[in-house]
């Protein structure tokens, strides 16, 4: 049985969530499927964390799923000026680091509805593409979409902008990892064949926006946004 869960934040000691919104609130209530978004080489992901993570929300939804954001981690890398080959090396190098962490926390967990999904497996999904379309056309043909696009991006990005004249060609390149993590918005649903919630170790402003319809007046359906914190 899953265990309740207060809407005022507590799913365990060591882990709390922020209030759902009612868009969020209807996915979180069905509890179906929560989706944990993991970068590459990212600290806060630390084995404890990670083991931290997975107890608590494996023990209030019936499954979780570990989106692991590896192949399109090499747009960062390019813009940090990497020729591909390099580029490609570091996605693989750190992808395995963190797939052996996961594996790790996962069997420090024991339960049996955790997974994980690269992103090829994503990509692969036939709706993946139409989604990835929708991101693309919003970015061309909305203004406060592509303005929070490049703001986002260049917030992860500015601490490797050596040189001010480059500033445009990198964001240009690194903008492509956050557009194809949107895409996800559009076609995760379908690819888990049920509703989710997913779920950030912060607030996502731009990807709770998509979500909630913010830039299209239409809401994406069975999808929820959550932000969590790990207390310890």
Not at 31 to 59: C, D, V, W
Not at 128 to 155: C, M, W
Not at 167 to 173: N, S
Not at 185 to 206: N, Q, R
Request: net charge neutral; hydrophobic share 40%; aromatic share 10%.
């Amino acid at each position: 049985m899953l265990a309740p869960v207060s809407i005022s934040n507590q799913l365990t000691d060591a882990l709390t969530i922020a209030a759902p919104t009612d868009h969020d609130l209807t996915a979180f209530n069905k509890k179906e499927l929560a989706l944990i978004g993991i970068s590459l080489n990212n600290p806060y992901f630390t084995e404890s964390r990670l083991t931290t993570i997975l107890t608590g929300f494996s023990q209030h939804f019936k499954q979780v799923c570990v989106v692991l954001a590896d192949s399109i981690a090499i747009h960062n890398f390019k813009a940090m000026g990497y020729a591909d080959s390099k580029a490609q090396s570091k996605v693989k190098k750190y992808a395995n680091q963190m797939a052996n962490r996961l594996d790790r926390a996962m069997k420090q967990v024991g339960q049996e509805n955790i997974s994980i999904v690269r992103w090829s497996e994503i990509e692969a999904c036939s709706s993946y593409q139409d989604g990835l379309n929708q991101v693309d056309q919003l970015y061309k043909n909305n203004p406060a979409f592509s303005a929070e696009i490049h703001t986002t991006t260049r917030r992860v990005m500015t601490k490797h902008i050596s040189d001010p004249s480059q500033e445009l060609a990198t964001i240009q390149e690194a903008k492509w990892y956050l557009l194809k993590e949107l895409a996800l918005a559009y076609c995760v649903s379908d690819f888990f064949g049920s509703g989710l919630v997913t779920c950030y170790h912060k607030d996502f402003p731009v990807y709770r926006k998509v979500l909630h319809g913010d830039y299209t007046e239409i809401p994406v359906t069975n999808h929820g946004f959550l932000s969590y914190e790990v207390l310890a």
